[in-house]
C-alpha cells in the first residue's frame, strides 16, 4: 500500500511554469512506476508522463512533450512534474500514480494507487 499526496497546483498566466509534487507513503517508493495523468472539466483522464523505477527512463504524452519533464526523488519519496510554456489547454486537475509493474505504462488502469488530485489552471 502507498498513499500519495500532490501539491503544488495553482493559477498561472499562459507560457508561465509551475512545478507539481507527488510525495509518497507507505511501502518502498523507489518499487513503483510512477505516473501523471490530468483531467479536464467534461474530458475523460488523459496520460501526461512516466517515469521509471530508478528514473533512468521516462515517457511523455506528445501534447506535453518538450515543456512537461517528470522526474524523482527516491531518496524523498517524491515524483515532480515541472511544467513549462504553459497553454490554456493544459487547464485540468493533474493526479500522480503509482504502478507496482516495473515497465513504463500510459494506461490508467495499469496504475495500482492514485493521489487526490491537484488544481491547476492557466489563464490566457
Known amino acids: 500500500q502507498v498513499q500519495l499526496v500532490e501539491s503544488g497546483g495553482g493559477l498561472v498566466q499562459a507560457g508561465g511554469s509551475l512545478k507539481l509534487s507527488c510525495a509518497a507513503s507507505?511501502?518502498?517508493?523507489?518499487?513503483?512506476?510512477m505516473g501523471w495523468f490530468r483531467q479536464a472539466p467534461g474530458k475523460e483522464r488523459e496520460f501526461v508522463a512516466t517515469?521509471?523505477?530508478?528514473?533512468?527512463?521516462?515517457y511523455y504524452a506528445d501534447s506535453v512533450k518538450g515543456r512537461f519533464t517528470i522526474s524523482r526523488d527516491n531518496a524523498k519519496n517524491t515524483v515532480y512534474l515541472q511544467m513549462n510554456s504553459l497553454k490554456p489547454e493544459d487547464t485540468a486537475v493533474y493526479y500522480c500514480?503509482?504502478?507496482?509493474?516495473?515497465?513504463?505504462?500510459?494506461?490508467?488502469?495499469?496504475?495500482?494507487?492514485w493521489g487526490q488530485g491537484t488544481q491547476v489552471t492557466v489563464s490566457s
Open positions: 500514480a503509482a504502478r507496482m509493474g516495473g515497465t513504463l505504462s500510459h494506461s490508467g488502469p495499469a496504475y495500482n494507487y
Open positions: 507507505g511501502r518502498t517508493f523507489s518499487i513503483y512506476t
Open positions: 517515469i521509471s523505477r530508478g528514473g533512468g527512463g521516462t
